[in-house]
């Protein structure tokens, strides 16, 4: 026998919520009744020790177990088992309200794939809001937003709406309350059609200390937000970082070869090359882990082809990057061995200023060549498994 359709699922995560898990389900059921749907109302518990599970199951809720700790888990459990063909969730504690799932439908109705509740764009009682909220959540929501390009109001709203389809191709994996985030990241890389809708947030009615830590969550959000913009993270500091350094030893070549380097009043001796050094290897290796980086997101389906990476691989093969990797490592090897010949001719004495540039210029090369021919093999065989990537 075929269960019958629904259309609309309500998924609440909840860890010990015995004080207000009662007052949610039954909103949830009035705002189903309202709309006159076939609706569902699941409790994602996730090992409440409290009597929560009793009362959401005595108010006709279907309880969800979900062994994994974590918010994320919580929720990927309850949506997961869900069958309705809009997924609406919301925390257990009253903060946010059901019986405003309504006009949270409306959107997906009208061909809008996911809908978050923005509680800056409506109400927020008082109360409702601790003032590390008042400024963290605006932070976060403004760090997406620039990463992004989008303009979202209140990226950390718990309350959201999405079709099924939608939770399909979000494929998210956060444990954690980063979930939110994810989400947004996600579905905006997925193209898919995001709206927002003004709710009203409520002081909760939990009765206990909040689940969230806003710190540690905190971080756990930027962490998230930057591992899926490794431009970001990697290429952009990577890329200043070797400019400047490559810059530190190029002007030090132009001083005499026994006299500093002079820029109006400030003297740049050879120590500056050895910072320059410096700059250049660390960043070639933070341009190297954003090109890893952005392998591993394409090949685990996070995201889809890159183009640079796809001309990467067409023109950047193995046997000519290791060509290269050689012509660097023979400059550089000549540059101190240019310096050695000058040093053996000269007596064995001190060696100059101009001789110390040209060795850590000679040396840096020399690594960078060593470095990228080695890379060249790993890069190789991440290749070979991104090329074979199943389709998104």
């Known amino acids: 026998m075929e269960e019958p359709e629904v259309e609309v699922s309500i998924v609440i995560p909840c860890l010990n919520e015995e004080n207000s898990i009662g007052i949610v389900v039954e909103k949830a059921w009035q705002a189903i009744q309202k709309m006159g749907v076939s609706g569902e109302v ?39 088992a869900a ?26 109705r009208d061909g809008v794939d996911v809908v978050i509740g923005s509680r800056f764009l409506g109400t927020i009682l008082p109360g409702a809001m601790r003032w590390s909220s008042r400024i963290g959540n605006p932070l976060v929501t403004g760090i997406l937003n620039l990463l992004l390009g989008s303009r979202f109001s ?8 999405f079709t099924r389809e939608a939770w399909r191709r979000l494929r998210l994996q956060s444990t954690g309350m980063e979930f939110a985030s994810e989400m947004l990241i996600q579905a905006w890389r997925a ?15 939990r009765g206990r200390p909040p689940h969230l830590r806003p710190i540690r969550d905190g971080w756990r959000h930027l962490k998230l937000m930057l ?40 003297r740049l001796d050879f120590h500056w090359a050895i910072l320059g050094s410096l700059l250049t290897l660390s960043g070639y ?15 685990h389906r996070f995201q889809e082809q890159d183009r640079i990476l796809e ?25 101190d061995g240019w310096v050695l010949y000058d040093w053996i001719t000269r007596g064995y004495g001190a060696l100059v200023s101009g001789h110390t540039r040209l060795v850590i210029f000679g040396s840096t090369l020399a690594a960078l060549g060593v470095q990228a021919f080695f890379h060249t093999f790993l890069f190789s065989m991440l290749g070979d498994a991104y090329k074979r990537r199943p389709p998104i």
């Open 42 to 80: 699941i409790v994602a518990d996730n090992g409440s020790t409290d009597r929560s599970v009793e009362i959401a199951r005595s108010l006709g809720a279907r309880v969800v177990e979900v062994l994994e700790k974590g918010y994320g888990n919580a929720l990927r459990g309850g949506i997961e």
């Open 83 to 108: 069958r309705g063909r809009y997924i609406v969730i919301g925390d257990a504690d009253n903060s946010y309200d059901f019986l405003e799932t309504p006009q949270m439908l409306v959107p997906l």
């Open 154 to 161: 209140d990226s950390q709203s718990g309350m959201r709406a």
């Open 191 to 205: 193209g898919l059609r995001i709206a927002e809708v003004p709710i009203t947030f409520h002081p909760d009615q």
């Open 227 to 266: 591992t899926y913009s490794p431009s970001v993270l990697f290429l952009a500091p990577g890329g200043l970082m070797m400019l400047l350094g490559l810059s530190l030893m190029g002007l030090q070549l132009l001083a005499p070869m026994d006299q500093p380097l002079w820029l109006g009043p400030v």
């Open 285 to 299: 290796t933070l341009i190297q882990a954003h090109f890893l980086a952005k392998i591993y997101s394409v090949t």
């Open 311 to 335: 001309v990467g691989f067409r023109f950047l093969t193995a046997e000519r990057v290791l060509l290269l990797s050689l012509m660097v490592i023979l400059i550089g090897l000549g540059m």
